[in-house]
């Protein structure tokens, strides 16, 4: 019998939305903000690479890396969303590289033969789909999607692209929310900050609708994550 997906994972794109809603509104950060801004953008390349570098390292490891999105457009504005991209990418090759062809044993003990088998199976039918509805759904942390996927047949090129593609609506969205974040700090004029919040949620309710429809489609694959 297959698990469902427990239901509170569903909910973490709103809660998501919610709490840097949340957090944005009650931190003291907005006198912190355009210094840091400033200071950065008078590095000029240096602080680019800096960002896109710590970004790896943090994809790399179990952290947020969501939150180096918001960062991103907090201080970067728009820019932010190819830095974030960049550091996706950088940060996803590695781990799915290094399982693929030395650490399969170890990883597959953590991960567990299930899962690995039935993303095997989705990916020999359809790597390209596959990739882009688990990339799309919140369902297992990005980090551990690196190395699951690592135990796949999925060759490099589908494995980049088709990630760069899933990851680019939650990253708009990130860098959405950190961009705002950037024009009130800026103290740029409320109705520029009122449109861009209405746009923002907008937004966010169209990821989280085609989120709800990618992990459909994930479980008549018959791919679950167990409870």
Same mark, same amino acid.
């Given at each position: ?11 973490? !794109? ?8 949340? @957090?944005?509104?009650?931190? #003291? ?18 602080? !680019? ?25 907090? @201080? $970067?504005?728009? !820019? /932010? ?5 960049? /550091? ?17 044993? #170890? ?5 567990? /033969? ?12 359809? #790597? ?7 990339? $799309?759904?919140?369902?297992? #942390? ?29 990253? @708009?969205?990130? @860098? ?52």
């Amino acid at each position: 019998m297959r698990r469902r997906l427990p239901s509170w994972k569903l909910w973490l !794109w709103p809660v998501l939305f919610v709490g840097l809603g949340i @957090v944005i509104w009650l931190l #003291p950060w907005r006198g912190y903000v355009e210094p840091m801004r400033i200071w950065i953008a008078g590095q000029g390349a240096t602080g !680019w690479v800096s960002f896109v570098a710590i970004y790896t390292i943090v994809v790399m490891l179990p952290l947020p890396a969501a939150a180096m999105s918001v960062v991103g457009g907090l @201080v $970067f504005g728009w !820019w /932010g969303f190819p830095l974030s991209m960049l /550091g996706s990418i950088l940060g996803a090759l590695p781990p799915w590289w290094l399982t693929h062809t030395y650490f399969r044993a #170890p990883v597959l003990r953590r991960i567990g /033969g299930k899962q690995a088998e039935a993303a095997d199976r989705a990916v020999r039918e359809n #790597p390209a789909l596959f990739i882009l509805l688990l990339r $799309f759904t919140p369902i297992l #942390p990005f980090t551990l999607q690196n190395y699951l996927l690592g135990l796949t047949g999925v060759r490099a090129w589908p494995y980049i692209w088709a990630t760069l593609v899933g990851l680019a609506p939650g990253t @708009v969205a990130m @860098v959405w929310i950190g961009t705002v974040g950037g024009l009130a700090a800026a103290g740029a004029d409320k109705d520029a900050i009122a449109y861009a919040i209405i746009g923002l949620i907008l937004f966010g309710s169209l990821i989280i609708w085609m989120s709800g429809k990618a992990v459909r489609k994930l479980r008549e694959a018959g791919f679950e994550i167990g409870r």
